[in-house]
């Protein structure tokens, strides 16, 4: 399987601050995916892309969240003004040839 | 939207037991996919399975595509499989939904010594 990697680990981030989380895939790979896990529930998808746009998004996935590719390899998530509700742990995904592979994670909390 | 439900929610086990977890979808898809969910958070692959068998060390799974469920099987259960397993599934629209996977609950399992 190809490594996906995500960074920061960790992002604590004050109420009204925008934060940008990065997903670094080794590969090259054209489908591209964000999922969100509220601390103690169930992983859930907020956004696919592909071709270098969005192809489909979830109802969570408001006008608040936008992503990228801005230099061909990085895939970026940037929430704008966030709120309480956005602590969570946030997972970067990649196509391969047959299971879709996630990142390690990025735990955000907002304070 | 497809739903996802697993079962047992909680599973307890004894070191040395084996286990049966199982996964039920609501529609035909191309994709499933079983995770474990370590204690720091990360979703660690363990089985590509839409349909068939397939067994890697202790865990086995197998996926019944057209009745619509999977199970993975832990025999030999060891402390270090603690954790939640969720079963995700997608991929009945073809394009990128083969990678818009809809997770279960998952089962929190915990195997104590």
């Known amino acids: 399987e190809p490594e996906v990697t995500q960074t920061p680990s960790h992002q604590v981030t004050q109420m009204g601050q925008e934060v940008i989380l990065r997903c670094v895939p080794i590969?090259?790979?054209?489908?591209f995916y964000w999922y969100r896990q509220i601390l103690g529930q169930k992983v859930e998808f907020l956004v696919s892309?592909?071709?270098?746009?969005?192809?489909?998004k979830s109802e969570i996935f408001d006008d608040q969240f936008s992503v990228e590719r801005p230099d061909g390899s990085n895939f970026t998530l940037k929430i704008r003004s966030t709120k309480l509700e956005d602590s969570a742990m946030y997972f970067c995904?990649?196509?391969?040839?047959?299971?879709?592979?996630f990142g390690s994670g990025t735990r955000l909390t907002v304070v | 939207g497809i739903q996802v439900e697993q079962s047992p929610p909680d599973l307890i086990l004894q070191e040395g037991a084996n286990s049966t977890l199982r996964c039920n979808f609501s529609?035909?898809?191309?994709?499933l996919q079983w995770f474990h969910q370590n204690p720091w958070g990360q979703l660690i692959n363990l089985f590509y399975i839409p349909s068939g068998t397939k067994q890697n060390g202790r865990l086995s799974a197998t996926t019944v595509a057209t009745e619509r469920y999977s199970l993975l099987y832990i025999s030999s259960s060891q402390t270090t499989d603690s954790g939640v397993y969720f079963c995700a599934v997608g991929g009945n629209a073809g394009g990128t939904s083969y990678g818009k996977l809809t997770f279960g609950q998952g089962t929190i399992l915990t195997v104590h010594p």
């Open positions: 590969s090259n790979h054209l489908y």
């Open positions: 995904a990649i196509l391969w040839t047959g299971p879709c592979t």
């Open positions: 892309f592909y071709n270098n746009e969005i192809s489909e």
């Open positions: 529609d035909s898809v191309n994709n």
